[in-house]
């Protein structure tokens, strides 16, 4: 004959297999033991949480149309030929995320990294800016050649938008509304995130930063005016 702890730690490493997804505060409720003895039931039988990871889910006809958006008629190698939109904020310390920076130990060695201020300054950076003016040193036959990849942010889809786009890119931009479509769930990955702003960072953080808004607004232009047509264009 099980005791009451027994019988609850059974019940409720049952309701482990039974509803693995179900939060602390509803398993409570619904097996009517409290949250520290499962807690504590957890623990001693080393029941861990796992995050999951999430994924577009990729429906019939996707593969085809991502297949067709970079080599249909008339697109061959249309991926070679897209001024991309994105924006980066730099910090004026240089540390952009603490989900960047991990310690391999075989012991927790409880670091820190010191900043010089507590509350930093940002800056916001437009790809857009600085590509578009780049592409004076592209010859024309190049240009009148490229597509503007407009972003998902519904404010950029108005129709005053879409004329603006359709007037000065001569219809050669994607996204919606446009002649052409980004392919649905399509990652939100582009060239600007594997390289440009690795790059740029790599140029901005060189040297330590103080807190100040115009010595990293300089940085970052002098950067830009680093790169050479050539590596922007590959």
Partial sequence: MLNEDDAASVLALHSVREAPRLSFRRRAIETEISKSHLQRNFKQNRILPFKPKFRHTLEEGDKAKKFGFLFGDGQQRLHKRILFSDEYTFS?????SSQYFRYWSETNPNF????????LKKLMCDATNFLTDKLD???LSYRTRMFFQQNGCPAHHAVTVCNWLNSEFN????GRDGLILWPPRSPDLTILDFYLWGRLKQIVYREPLENDEEQIKTRIQNAIKSLSIEEIRN
């Fill in 171 to 174: 219809e050669h931009w994607i």
């Fill in 137 to 139: 040193e592209l010859p």
């Fill in 112 to 119: 820190t990294i010191s900043c010089r201020r507590q509350y």
């Fill in 92 to 96: 004026t310390n240089g540390v952009v």
